[in-house]
């Protein structure tokens, strides 16, 4: 049994959650085959559109602090187009000198740049951004990836890999080998085939699959071939999109084109499969189209929706995450109705100590421990570390007030018994849904 005092208690939690490998069940991380802006030591050249971002350049220019330099530069000060036109070095020391250096870096985003470096040794300290440059350049690019894994406690890394994303889809087709490095694990995304049937049907029909406009058996026949074999080449784990709020599902005859396919020929499929299908709902794309990747916004979503697919789908799985803190209370009573929904993380806005907070304890109250409290959204190597370092704490703390309600209940659990439900959190539960366990 575990110490009986409040404060050892919650170190104990602490340490146990903080030693729990974590499979981190969405990012935006990739292994140095899919190419790489920044070369390292390693034998392989610097590709300037690879997709594996890391170094510190990457984790200043992380769109939610050029989001941030924004709010203290304004475009009416330095034009948006002059942001993007410098390079990403002068990027970082913009975003460097305006958020840490003539103002405390406070923010989470900010916050987590410094947890990062400290953790990986370096001094957070050290306000000469060029001593972290010359660490990052003597790094090699694949090695670096298990130091980081190491630090971050991060035994599996799930990709996005975005099959329409000309950049991704020219590097699968070319390597076949693409998805067998066994510390990344290949999610087959697909956005536009929900959100735009016309553009997709359009690069579907390009690639050489019969589907026209008009969603006929043809049509249905021809996004099944293309998603088994997309499903195939990239050995997807299970497959995703990301939706706007206005996203509604309203039945088995819903008439949306997205929804036609989504019905007939995706969930379908995914049963057969036995895949999990993800959506992440809640998105306004480019509210302000100027920030780039930087100015998407959120919205409510119809949680309504959620709850008819589950029901309308008994033989397919959904992890599900919105954006809007307004949804998630409905989400977890939802999660109570299907145990074919996985509620999952606190994605990109809700991404911050507060939050967290807020809506783990609120899922573990209505979920004990049937959920998966996070994941990193990490599209640079290194903010493994700080995620998993800042979600650790506050997870272990909600965890650790559980523990001692139980205590006084007359529940003291035991070292083993946290271990279980702290592998439950970060790895089992997402493992087994994955699994259709
Ligand atoms: O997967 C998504 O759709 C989002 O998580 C991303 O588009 C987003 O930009 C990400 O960086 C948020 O954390
Ligand atoms: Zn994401």
């Not at 070095?89 to 470096?117: M, N, Y």
């Amino acid at each position: 049994t575990l110490p009986a005092t409040a404060c050892e208690l919650r170190n104990s939690v602490q340490r146990i959650v903080n030693e729990t490998p974590v499979w981190d069940l969405h990012t935006h991380l990739y292994p140095p085959t899919f190419g790489t802006p920044l070369a390292g030591t390693g034998r392989q050249a610097a590709d300037p559109r690879g997709l594996m971002l890391w170094g510190i350049d990457e984790l200043l220019t992380y769109h939610y602090l050029v989001a941030e330099v924004f709010r203290v530069v304004p475009s009416r000060r330095f034009a948006y187009k002059d942001f993007w036109n410098l390079s990403k070095q002068e990027q970082a020391d913009h975003i460097w000198k305006h958020l840490f250096l003539e103002r405390s870096p406070v923010s989470e985003a900010c916050r987590g740049v410094l947890t990062t470096l400290k953790m990986l040794g370096l001094d957070p300290a050290e306000r000469d951004l060029n001593v972290h440059r010359a660490w990052f350049a003597e790094q090699n690019a694949d090695e670096h990836i298990n130091r980081v894994m190491e630090v971050s406690g991060v035994s599996r890394i799930t990709m996005t890999n975005d099959v329409f994303d000309d950049n991704e889809r020219e590097r699968w087709l070319s390597d076949g080998s693409l998805g067998t490095d066994s510390r990344f694990v290949p999610v087959l995304r697909f956005d536009k085939l929900l959100c735009d049937w016309q553009a997709a049907a359009k690069q579907l029909a390009g690639w050489g699959f019969s589907v026209g406009l008009t969603i006929n058996q043809k049509t249905i026949a021809g996004v099944r071939r293309f998603l088994e074999e997309w499903i195939d080449r990239t050995g997807a784990v299970y497959c995703a999109v990301s939706l706007p709020p206005t996203y509604y599902y309203s039945g088995s005859d819903d008439p949306d084109p997205g929804n036609i396919i989504f019905r007939q020929a995706v969930l379908p499929l995914l049963a057969e499969r036995n895949l999990p299908m993800a959506m992440m709902i809640g998105v306004t794309r480019a509210t302000n189209p100027r920030l780039k990747v930087a100015g998407d916004s959120v919205g409510q979503a119809d949680v309504s929706s959620v709850a008819q697919l589950c029901a309308d789908f008994p033989n397919n799985r959904f992890l599900v995450t919105l954006l809007s803190r307004e949804n998630q209370h409905e989400l977890a009573v939802t999660a109570r109705k299907f145990d074919n929904l996985m509620p999952f993380g606190c994605w990109w806005f809700l991404n911050n100590p507060s939050l967290i907070e807020e809506i783990t304890r609120m899922r573990m109250e209505l979920l004990g421990t049937s959920f998966a409290p996070q994941h990193s959204d990490a599209r640079v190597l290194e903010q493994l570390v700080y995620k998993w370092s800042h979600s650790r704490t506050i997870i272990a703390n909600v965890l650790a007030d559980k523990y001692a309600d139980l205590a006084t209940a007359g529940w003291p659990v035991s070292e083993d018994e946290v271990r279980r439900d702290a592998k439950l959190l970060l790895h089992d539960n997402f493992a087994d849904f994955v699994a259709g366990k």
